[in-house]
T-cell receptor
Framework: AQSVSQHNHHVILSEAASLELGCNYS??????LFWYVQYPGQHLQLLLK??????LVKGIKGFEAEFIKSKFSFNLRKPSVQWSDTAEYFC????????????FGSGTRLSIRP | GAGVSQSPSNKVTEKGKDVELRCDPI?????LYWYRQSLGQGLEFLIY????????KSGLPSDRFSAERTGGSVSTLTIQRTQQEDSAVYLC???????????????FGPGTRLTVL
């Protein structure tokens, strides 16, 4: 079955630290890839997405993600986190063979110490 | 408003009762999705509507769950004979129709928090 794995359930960092959140998926074909963020008390919102082209994708608020097809990975990175990045982050994958369904990971809670 | 809206924001019900959750998608968005978000479980796909096509119901966990979308806009998710394990946040999302393999982006509503006592 297709699945999305987010390796870390809870990450705690200090401000200005670098961030990398892992995301791996199990599907051999073409995929669309997404990272969503849910700030405390707010809606899920799109952080960035990859459909095709340059595998290094830049999103809002200084986030970026790199699609490595050979590793089935789409890790999220930010060089220097801020307290306001405290949120839950969800990786999501949509295989072309089931284009209607986006499969979400279980999420990673990020806590930033001021 | 410009975003996806859902009502009610919170619903507390007793086991065995039926509940209806409503979603108003963004105007002009032909695709509508329902998800369930349980604590520590990520987002679980429930059902997907696209225009006039038959909905993809493959994610509905049991026949107690059903959804309809009237006039290609508002959608209602109905849970009959609620059980405690139905307690979760139910999220609705909408998107513009996909074009070829370009993909589309979902916009999420605030969710309805359902608590079954």
């Amino acid at each position: 079955a297709q699945s999305v794995s987010q390796h870390n359930h809870h990450v705690i960092l200090s401000e200005a630290a670098s961030l990398e959140l892992g995301c791996n998926y199990s599907y051999g074909g073409t995929v669309n890839l997404f990272w969503y963020v849910q700030y405390p008390g707010q809606h899920l919102q799109l952080l960035l997405k990859y459909f095709s082209g340059d595998p290094l994708v830049k999103g809002i608020k200084g986030f970026e993600a790199e699609f490595i097809k050979s590793k089935f990975s789409f890790n999220l990175r930010k060089p220097s986190v801020q307290w306001s990045d405290t949120a839950e982050y969800f990786c999501a994958v949509r295989p072309y063979s089931s284009a209607s369904k986006i499969i979400f990971g279980s999420g990673t809670r990020l806590s930033i110490r001021p | 408003g410009a975003g996806v809206s859902q009502s009610p924001s919170n619903k507390v019900t007793e086991k065995g009762k039926d509940v209806e959750l409503r979603c108003d998608p963004i105007s002009g968005h032909t695709a509508l999705y329902w998800y369930r978000q349980s604590l520590g479980q990520g987002l679980e796909f429930l059902i997907y509507f696209q225009g006039n096509s038959a909905p993809d119901k493959s994610g509905l966990p049991s026949d107690r769950f059903s959804a309809e979308r009237t006039g290609g806009s508002v959608s209602t998710l109905t849970i009959q004979r609620t059980q405690q394990e139905d307690s979760a946040v139910y999220l609705c999302a909408s998107s513009r129709r996909m074009e070829g393999l370009a993909g589309d982006t979902q916009y999420f509503g605030p969710g309805t928090r359902l608590t079954v006592l």
